[in-house]
């Protein structure tokens, strides 16, 4: 089968809906399958390149840092530039069907094609395209989009989340066509235990990942770790990998509170992210909203105990009380009591890490996730 895949964000750019669609795409070409991706490009990425057997086209993108994935010149070049590119590969390489990642813009080509060309479309939901998800970015935008939104859904010959959460979300905006749940996967060959258990005397290591942006609650976060420190001298380390727009606040708030060195380390490939799993003891990421949440199945993989909030996709996956604890979103003193509670238990995080591991094994692959894909692909040709 040939498969087109639609995204305007594609590692190295972009966040979770990026790494989700280049999964997908290196495994579908493991079961067999011809991928085509259509992307942006940012820096010195290649117009064109073969990565992991998916070929790669690449327009030319307007970002200002490689997380800056939702400037809205971007979006713009996908739209026009993106179109033309696209409507030049369908026509040279007559793909079978036709998968965007995000609905505006991958949506709007991918239906657009699809019209012109009778090709099955599936549109994946991944979050911020899902109007309400995120409303303190985007609000204004996503209420004005709302019914542009809606229609490009019903014109698609199917429209899939990555968690029931984001689904009962987009049923808000369209509850007469049924949308379908592919959980997202984990990279379990990459994001695996250390070789060797871990110390736990010391400071205590603290890991959060994430796109700095208001939506993820670090701001809460940091308030929390300011406590634990001043209230009950508890000794921790704090790493924060990831980029985005949020960063100067961020790094102006946790200096007011006394973090110094800065904790903020930027974004990093994935095989230097797992230096960083490895090197911490608890992962915590207290996020106001969240599609699927990828980076605590990633934790959990790499056997780190977790504390999240009760929002999105993270309680689908996330076992309150077996894997860490889940907690109100946008509350720094529910992350507080979370972290004294769980910091009582560290002789166990090795324990509790196991066990995620092994829930993460048995439900959340990008193999099983691309399997997944292929049956709906066939089902809807």
Known sequence: MK?????HEFPPIGGGGGIASSNIARHLVELGHDVVVLTTGWGDTMPEEVTGGVRVFRIPGARRSQLDSKVLATMFRYFTIGYWKALQIVRQWHPDILHAFFTVPAGWVAVRLSRKFRIPTVISLSGSDVPGHNPDEFRLQMNLLKPFVAQL???????????QALRDLAYQTMS??????IYNGINLELFSPPPQPKSHKGPLRILTVSRLVQLKGIQFLIQALSRCRTEYGIDF???VVGDGN??????????ILGFEPSPFHGACSQESLLKHYHWAELFLLPSL????????AEAMACGLPVIGTRV??????VRHGIDGLLVRPGNSDAIFDALISLVKKRDQFDTIGKEARRHIEKQFSWRTAAVSYVTHYNRIR
């Open 312 to 317: 999105g996709g993270i309680p689908e996956f």
């Open 153 to 163: 859904w019903r014109k698609a010959d199917s429209v899939i989340a990555v968690s």
């Open 3 to 7: 498969i087109l895949i639609l995204n």
């Open 289 to 296: 909203a969240e599609s699927f949440g990828i980076v605590f």
């Open 246 to 255: 949020y960063r100067l606040q961020l790094e102006s708030k946790a200096k």
């Open 237 to 239: 380390q704090w790493r």
């Open 176 to 181: 007469d066509r049924f949308i379908d749940v």
